[in-house]
């Protein structure tokens, strides 16, 4: 069974278009972010969601638009793509506080997008 | 704000070897976790081991084991009998309980199974 799983896992567009990346879990829980590994492999969060309510929303363009139609889908749409939006692009979730004793993440295949 | 530093972008073994990667940290936080992720060419981020700062015991798990040193702020993984199969980036994490669930991540270490 696939804990975490994103769709597509691979995503070739022009430069300008609109794309979303889709992200589920069935983990049970509370907590669902975005991440982006950038070509250098570093790692930086974009967002966090907490039973459908935005907690995190560090500096990205707002282009990006997360959206959570339910505990357990976390989706991201991208606007007029560029080309430094290439990356690749990990959903994770998490457990909240208190229910386990760390709330470690479990994280999705990852989605590589390439603009062209 | 906190930081964690993996001061090497790569290194390698000879498989059954011992192999240990660095990582340090800065923090003045007393309660805080921390991890370490490896991502194979797959690309998907795997939890290998987590260890509790209140924790004194360092933690293990089959061939991972960690040497945590608080005081030192340093949080090392050691991969004992080296598999082909680990070779992969190894990333460090650190999250203390006030940034909102946030992991801070360290650059990765490329580590590389010569067989």
């Known amino acids: 069974d696939t804990a975490v799983s994103q769709t597509p896992k691979y995503l070739v567009t022009q430069m300008g278009n609109d794309k979303s990346i889709k992200c589920e879990q069935n983990?049970?829980?509370?907590?669902m972010y975005w991440y982006k590994q950038d070509s250098k492999k570093f790692l930086k969060i974009m967002f966090s969601?907490?039973?459908?309510?935005?907690?995190i929303n560090e500096t990205v363009p707002n282009r990006f638009s997360p959206k959570s139609p339910d505990k357990a889908h976390l989706n991201l749409h991208i606007n007029s793509l560029e080309l430094g939006d290439s990356a690749v692009y990990f959903c994770a979730s998490s457990p909240y506080i208190g229910q386990e004793p760390t709330d470690t993440q479990y994280f999705g295949p990852g989605t590589r997008l390439t603009v062209l | 704000a906190q930081t964690v530093t993996q001061s090497q972008p790569e290194m390698s073994v000879q498989e059954a070897e011992t192999v240990t990667l660095s990582c340090t940290y800065d923090t003045s936080e007393s309660d805080y976790y921390l991890f370490w992720y490896k991502q194979p060419p797959s690309r998907q981020m795997i939890l290998v081991i987590r260890?509790?700062?209140?924790k004194q015991q360092n933690a293990t798990e089959n061939r991972f084991s960690v040497n945590f040193q608080k005081a030192a702020k340093s949080f090392s993984l050691k991969i004992s009998d080296s598999q082909l199969g680990d070779a992969a980036m190894y990333f460090c994490?650190?999250?203390?309980?006030?940034?909102?669930?946030?992991?801070?991540w360290g650059a990765g270490t490329k580590l590389i199974i010569k067989p």
């Open positions: 994490a650190y999250r203390d309980m006030d940034s909102n669930y946030q992991l801070i």
């Open positions: 983990l049970g829980h509370d907590t």
């Open positions: 969601y907490n039973n459908k309510e935005l907690i």
């Open positions: 260890q509790e700062a209140y």
